[in-house]
């Protein structure tokens, strides 16, 4: 936090490109290679001004003409001395630029670092922090809103209001300790169980909203299954619309998932690509079958794939390996290769699955007209395949102010929180002195001050900020 950090903010390939320098030497190190075309030098600079000059190098010669942007602290992003060189977007100017600060004490920034020093020096805690990363990461109107949400401090609100009501609880149930050979109630048992069926409410909201969060952030997950050769690999590819995966005619040759996200209709989803599941004796392939009934299990939607040469037996072996881990999904039974298939042989495949779906299927949220014939190959009845998988994520619209939980991390705090009221209210009801119920208090007030960076070690913070991009 002592040493002054310089990293390019912008991505290669525009016209223009932003150094971003911060710490207590940025205005100095700036000022030794970079001089206005006229005016004040730029250590006497006003902050929030731009000042147009020249950058030099060490023998004098101009490396380029740029526009410089001094920050003064503390009303920077980063809460120090923020300076933003905007220079041409040469590869070359920018490396030249970044070596030159570095020749005189600066140092190369770390993958979020600029954001780390954000939120060490009180900017915006831990959570704002990490929305940071998802509203760059955002690649549907859904997640940009979520994390402008988080960004904007709406989550850190509601968890300010949850930790204030936990507080109130734990100060009246320790002050009763302090008072306890006089044996005074400060605490009235009744409204403290109304106050924790209340924070339970909020609670369990935010835990619940989790499922549709990490949807939105991460993409619905889609499973693609079937048997070997049905055609999963090459549906893959129709769907993202790019070679993803290797196309072959030798059953067997995906062995591992494969994974792709697409935007459908403001949806994004996440396709995985398994292996093909039969009878094998090869390990390689086993250990690939388990992998890909594990996807399934993970997945809100599963595409089962039947390739129409299977015989019946086959298409049953592989129905009742797969259906059975399809129960709270939605199903789509789809037969490829339309193009090969005659009339009569088609609908009795159809007949076949809607048989086994209804022996196999107990709990799947599918019905008869999720199944039908497409051609991966020659993308025949795909817009069908999209109507579904769009009808089937039927995810919320997302307003401004919706408090949705998108983040693993918060999520297992809000979880484990949850647990800590849940044992508060037992206690409670079974009448525990209050030493015992305060524990479990303060415990779900110290795993909400974990996600708001409260309470943390270098650690969780160095795999948070490790998943940034260098430059924030």
């Not at 290679?33 to 101009?62: M, N, W, Y």
């Not at 905007?86 to 600060?101: D, E």
């Not at 169980?193 to 409410?201: G, K, S, V």
């Amino acid at each position: 936090m002592n040493d002054t950090i310089c990293a390019l903010a912008t991505p290669q390939g525009g016209a223009i490109s932003i150094i971003r320098v911060s710490g207590p030497g940025a205005i100095e190190y700036v000022s030794g290679i970079f001089t206005p075309r006229k005016g004040q030098p730029l250590a006497a600079r006003k902050s929030h001004t731009v000042v147009f000059g020249d950058i030099c190098t060490d023998g004098k010669e101009i490396l380029d003409e740029v526009l410089v942007t001094v920050m003064r602290a503390p009303y920077t992003y980063t809460g120090e001395d923020v300076i933003e060189i905007s220079c041409h977007a040469s590869s070359y100017i920018t490396q030249q630029l970044l070596l030159l600060l570095l020749n005189l004490g600066a140092r190369q920034a770390d993958p979020g670092e600029f954001t780390m020093r954000a939120f060490l020096n009180g900017k915006m805690d831990l959570s704002r922090a990490e929305a940071v990363a998802d509203l760059i990461a955002s690649s549907s109107k859904a997640s940009h809103r979520l994390a402008m949400n988080q960004l904007k401090g709406d989550f850190s609100n509601e968890l300010a209001g949850l930790r204030d009501k936990l507080l109130k609880l734990t100060t009246l149930m320790e002050l009763e300790l302090d008072f306890s050979e006089e044996d005074v109630e400060f605490a009235d048992r009744t409204q403290l169980m109304q106050l924790c069926d209340e924070i339970d409410r909020v609670m369990t909201r935010l835990t619940n909203s989790f499922a549709v969060g990490n949807a939105v952030k991460n993409g619905v997950p889609v499973a693609i299954v079937g048997e070997t050769n049905a055609g999963k690999s090459t549906l893959l590819n129709a769907l993202l619309r790019e070679e993803r995966a290797i196309v072959s005619d030798i059953s067997g040759t995906t062995r591992d998932t494969i994974e792709g996200l697409m935007n459908i209709g403001g949806t994004t989803f996440r396709f995985v690509d398994t292996a093909g599941v039969r009878e094998t004796q090869d390990v390689v392939e086993r250990i690939g079958i388990e992998r890909a009934l594990e996807q399934l299990k993970k997945s809100s939607i599963a595409l089962w794939l039947v390739d129409p040469a299977a015989d019946y037996t086959q298409m049953e072996i592989t129905a009742k390996k797969i259906l059975p881990e399809c129960k709270d999904k939605k199903l789509a039974v789809l037969i490829n290769k339309s193009d090969t298939i005659r009339d009569e042989r088609l609908a009795e495949i159809l007949e076949w699955c809607k048989s086994l779906v209804a022996e196999c299927g107990d709990g799947i949220i599918w019905n008869e007209n999720d199944m039908w014939a497409i051609s991966a190959r020659y993308r025949s009845n795909l817009d069908r395949l999209e109507e579904f998988l769009v009808r089937s994520a039927a995810l919320p619209a997302i307003s401004s102010g919706d408090v949705v939980v998108t983040n693993v991390r918060h999520y297992e705090a809000l979880t484990r929180a949850l647990a800590n009221i849940k044992e508060v209210k037992q206690g409670l009801e079974l009448g525990l002195s209050g030493d015992l119920v305060s524990e479990h208090l303060r415990a779900a007030i110290h795993n909400l001050s974990e996600i708001v960076g409260e309470v943390t070690n270098d650690e969780v913070l160095g795999n948070i900020f490790a998943n940034f991009c260098i430059g924030k």
